[in-house]
């Protein structure tokens, strides 16, 4: 599978109107050829980045089927939705993403759900990393025997609770990044991460906060609440 990934600058005063845009119009033309489904639809929680910023992660049967999508868009039955969907929102920015073989696999096609029911809502943070020229190959791989490892060693403590690790796809902006979508599993718990600073332990020699100082320093993170209808949470 690939998946498309979207960050949308929605205008203030239509996000209600974009969410059901997206939640249910965007949903089911998708559903409707069988290659393409709307994975997830997630906004960032308000004071905690920009403004009215919403982000989707639409998946892609193959390769065949991002084609489909971009010529649906561009001339044919998804045309007028992508239309209306630029009156509601400033900008948008896609990246098309590959997941990791190694990394923790989101579900089949298939199983992602096509209706727009209402669903439980979950917090996850986004972390866009960018290793350093040479060193995403380093990255990856310190990311799979260091950083996910010492989530699932953790998992009685841990905030964060991996779901996937996805990397930019040939012809992607920028070669070199690398996405971690993991899920808050303890929200309560981010009062101390935002109002102290991180104990030494934590950036001790042998702790990813350190180690991954090697591959990279430009990374950002994000809090995303997944909408009341997308399909995964």
Same mark, same amino acid.
């Given at each position: 599978?690939? =998946?498309?990934?979207?960050?949308? +600058? #929605?205008?203030?005063? %239509?996000?209600? $109107?974009?969410?059901? &845009?997206? *939640?249910?119009?965007?949903?089911?033309?998708?559903?409707?050829?069988?290659?393409?489904?709307?994975?997830?639809?997630?906004?960032?929680?308000?004071?905690?980045?920009?403004?009215?910023?919403?982000?989707?992660?639409?998946?892609?049967?193959?390769?065949?089927? =991002?084609?489909?999508?971009?010529? +649906? #868009?561009?001339?044919? %039955?998804?045309? $007028?939705?992508?239309? &209306?969907? *630029?009156?509601?929102?400033?900008?948008?920015?896609?990246?098309?993403?590959?997941?990791?073989?190694?990394?923790?696999?989101?579900?089949?096609?298939?199983?992602?759900?096509?209706?727009?029911?209402?669903?439980?809502?979950?917090?996850?943070?986004?972390?866009?990393?960018?290793?350093?020229?040479?060193?995403?190959?380093?990255?990856?791989?310190? $990311?799979?025997?260091?950083?996910?490892?010492?989530?699932?060693?953790?998992?009685?403590?841990?905030?964060?609770?991996?779901?996937?690790?996805?990397?930019?796809?040939?012809?992607?902006?920028?070669?070199?990044?690398?996405?971690?979508?993991?899920?808050?599993?303890?929200?309560?718990?981010?009062?101390?991460?935002?109002?102290?600073?991180?104990?030494?332990?934590?950036?001790?020699?042998?702790?990813?906060?350190?180690?991954?100082?090697?591959?990279?320093?430009?990374?950002?993170?994000?809090?995303?609440?997944?909408?009341?209808?997308?399909?995964?949470?």
């Amino acid at each position: 599978m690939l =998946y498309l990934h979207e960050v949308h +600058r #929605v205008a203030g005063r %239509d996000e209600d $109107a974009f969410e059901t &845009h997206v *939640d249910e119009d965007w949903m089911a033309s998708l559903a409707a050829t069988g290659d393409a489904r709307l994975a997830w639809h997630l906004k960032l929680a308000h004071g905690t980045g920009r403004a009215y910023c919403h982000v989707t992660v639409t998946a892609l049967r193959d390769g065949n089927a =991002y084609e489909n999508l971009a010529r +649906r #868009v561009q001339t044919g %039955d998804l045309r $007028a939705w992508a239309a &209306h969907a *630029d009156t509601l929102r400033h900008d948008v920015e896609g990246t098309l993403l590959l997941p990791m073989a190694w990394g923790p696999q989101v579900t089949e096609f298939d199983a992602i759900p096509i209706d727009a029911g209402a669903r439980s809502q979950a917090l996850f943070m986004q972390d866009r990393a960018w290793p350093y020229a040479a060193k995403l190959d380093e990255y990856i791989e310190a $990311a799979r025997t260091h950083y996910a490892p010492s989530l699932e060693e953790h998992t009685s403590r841990s905030l964060l609770d991996m779901v996937a690790i996805f990397q930019a796809a040939l012809g992607a902006p920028r070669r070199r990044e690398v996405l971690l979508w993991q899920r808050v599993v303890y929200p309560e718990r981010l009062t101390g991460l935002f109002t102290r600073d991180l104990p030494d332990f934590v950036k001790a020699p042998g702790t990813w906060m350190h180690d991954a100082l090697e591959v990279r320093d430009d990374w950002e993170s994000q809090l995303l609440r997944t909408t009341k209808r997308s399909p995964l949470h």
